[in-house]
Nanobody
Framework: QVQLIESGGGLVQAGGSLTLSCAASGRTFDNYALAWFRQAPEKEREFAAAINWNDDSTYYADSVKGRFTISRDNAKNTVYLQMNSLKPEDTAVYFC????????????????????WGQGTQVTVSS
């Protein structure tokens, strides 16, 4: 059973930075895709960023491109989301997600592309 545990959320002022971590356990993550989604109050959950564990290819939503960076640490089985130049509209619960199997570049952006989910971590950006 794959488990994903997020950490690193908190309160930050606009323009500041935070780094989220997602510690993954239960199996090795070769051939996995891992992603970050977020859900703002009264809004649907939306894609933020994803990474392919094998080849390090990365994918970003337009709203975070240039500000957020997703990366991984093989030794720690951990995925990170470095968030810079944060805006109040980045306020949301951030979820880590994972799924196994080969995929094309279109198969990283939707909730249904992922099988395993973490519980989420709150990020609040004050103006």
């Amino acid at each position: 059973q794959v488990q994903l545990i997020e950490s690193g959320g908190g309160l930050v002022q606009a323009g500041g930075s935070l780094t989220l971590s997602c510690a993954a356990s239960g199996r090795t993550f070769d051939n996995y895709a891992l992603a970050w989604f977020r859900q703002a109050p009264e809004k649907e959950r939306e894609f933020a960023a994803a990474i392919n564990w094998n080849d390090d290819s990365t994918y970003y939503a337009d709203s975070v491109k240039g500000r957020f960076t997703i990366s991984r640490d093989n030794a720690k089985n951990t995925v990170y989301l470095q968030m810079n130049s944060l805006k109040p509209e980045d306020t949301a619960v951030y979820f880590c997600a994972a799924d196994w199997g080969p995929r094309n570049s279109a198969s990283y952006y939707h909730e249904y592309d992922y099988t395993y989910w973490g519980q989420g971590t709150q990020v609040t950006v004050s103006s």
